[in-house]
């Protein structure tokens, strides 16, 4: 990957409302010391009011002291004017005039990725341009997975800005996430081809799709409208999304207008050159010129150049940016997170309702005292089970003793009974008495 650094405009002094370099005084009346120097210095008297609504004025002072990144994407086809368009819209030499390779050159076997950086200077105001562009891209007999290349660049700045934001230290955050996708389609005249739906389908979840169609200038203005219709139709067919401005509450008539006519242009029918002709009545334009007239690329009924200018740079730029940070970085980060086994609980940052609170804890606390009460039931149940048993089990056995008592007894009072009838009857007792009896008187005889 290459990468280059242009400085395309010198810093300009801070003008005061005269229109003098004013700022460039005071630094050298602070450099003399001397107090006739500073009582040169004008102070400001605040004169207006001070509150809340000065905020906008500090963000702006602020990013105009940090600087903007925007990283930009061009694919598409070779010899399509990818890098004419890039030169025109920034209105820098960015890339080099490119030479025809010969027949017999080498050419690439896959896709290469190349990236190109420039800082950028208008009004006091600093941005650093990155664009990626991806030569050799549909150039080969088989584009079976020519797209995997891109992808696999995407989300590997995807994962460096990932790394940068789990790091301890995240003051120098350098962001180089793809913020627009430029997807450039052959004026054929006809639909998308293949390629292009099956590009479009893998990236429209990861990067800012905006359509292009190259070489206007080869199409009759009511073969670009059909065109276009065609285009779109194949679009909403396949459910690609591409970036569409977003609308916002309280804006003005003007402005309106304004966005609807960009949206009704995509996808833009674009002509670039960064050289400039001469028109038939003497005005030296950027365009194209061929025998039977000039194209002019900043004329709008010529081609879309410049709402495409006006939606990338001068309007849409931090939308862009926007998108990419909040929706598109946050979903692949979210399914990243999710594939390595981290899990958040969605409760967290929840908004509640008070009223709504109160009354859920009220439930989960009645539920809470309906599950002890259920348990409590359940454990005295199964305590008075094991009484019962035990009591029941004690009853049985004082009711087999009873019984063993009364029979022992019941036989006793038989053996007495019989041994009282007998005495009545003057019966001799039984022959083992009468033996005992002997045997005991001969013992003490």
Known sequence: MASTDVSLAPTSPVMNGNGNAHGMQIASSYQNGSPAALSNVVRKKLMGYVGFANFPNQVHRKSVRKGFHFTAMVVGESGLGKSTLINTLFNTKLYPKKEPLPPSADRPQTVAIESISADIEENGVR????VVDTPGFGDFVNNDESWKPIVENIEARFDAYLEQENRVNRQKMVDNRVHACLYFIQPTGHALKQIDIEFMRRLHSKVNLIPIIAKADT???EEILLFKQRVLSDIEHHN???FKAPTYENEDEETLNENE?????????VVGSDTEVDTPDGRKVRGRSYPWGVVEVDNEEHCDFVKLRQMLVRTYMEELREHTNDVLY???????LLGMGVTQDHSVFKEVNPAAKV???RTLHDAKLAKMEAEMKMVFQQKVQEKESKLKQSEEELYARHREMKEALEKQRAELEDKKRRIETGRPLTPENKSNTKKKGFLRA
């Open 359 to 361: 009354a859920e804890e």
């Open 219 to 221: 199409m009759t203005d």
């Open 261 to 269: 006519e960009i949206a009704s242009k995509i996808p833009f029918a």
């Open 127 to 130: 941005l650093r341009l990155t």
């Open 330 to 336: 946050e979903n692949y980060r979210s399914e990243k």
């Open 240 to 242: 690609i999304r591409i």
